[in-house]
């Protein structure tokens, strides 16, 4: 399986992005899903994460304003992202553990400022 991000770009202080991360086969096994993020000179930190049992945890920085979901019929994740903030400002990175394997996709940039 690979995965590829999409749906970065520009926006505005309070502005809105929907990320997407395509799975190119099935991830009904997986264990856990995540986003993670780096932002310029920082480490890769956590975002969100949807575990086997279907409940979804959040970053405190991003809780209440972001939104992990699935599609599993597309085989498709999604991040929802209101109110961001110009910190929000990183390449975003989604994550699939499955099978014992760890399998990153491919980042997406997202840009947050005025």
């Known amino acids: 399986v690979q995965l590829q991000a999409s749906g970065g770009g520009s926006v505005q202080p309070g502005g809105s992005l929907t990320l997407s991360c395509a799975a190119s086969?099935?991830?009904?096994?997986?264990?856990?899903l995540s986003w993670y993020r780096q932002a310029p000179g920082k480490e890769r930190e956590w975002v969100a994460n949807?575990?086997?049992?279907?409940?979804?945890t959040y970053a405190d920085s991003v809780k209440g304003r972001f939104t992990f979901s699935r599609d599993s019929t597309k085989n498709t994740l999604y991040l929802q992202m209101n109110r961001l903030k110009p910190e929000d400002m990183a390449v975003y990175y989604c994550r699939v553990v499955q099978g014992g394997r760890v399998i990153w996709g491919k980042g997406t940039l997202v840009t947050v400022s005025s």
């Open positions: 949807i575990i086997s049992d279907g409940r979804t």
């Open positions: 086969g099935s991830i009904s096994s997986a264990g856990t």
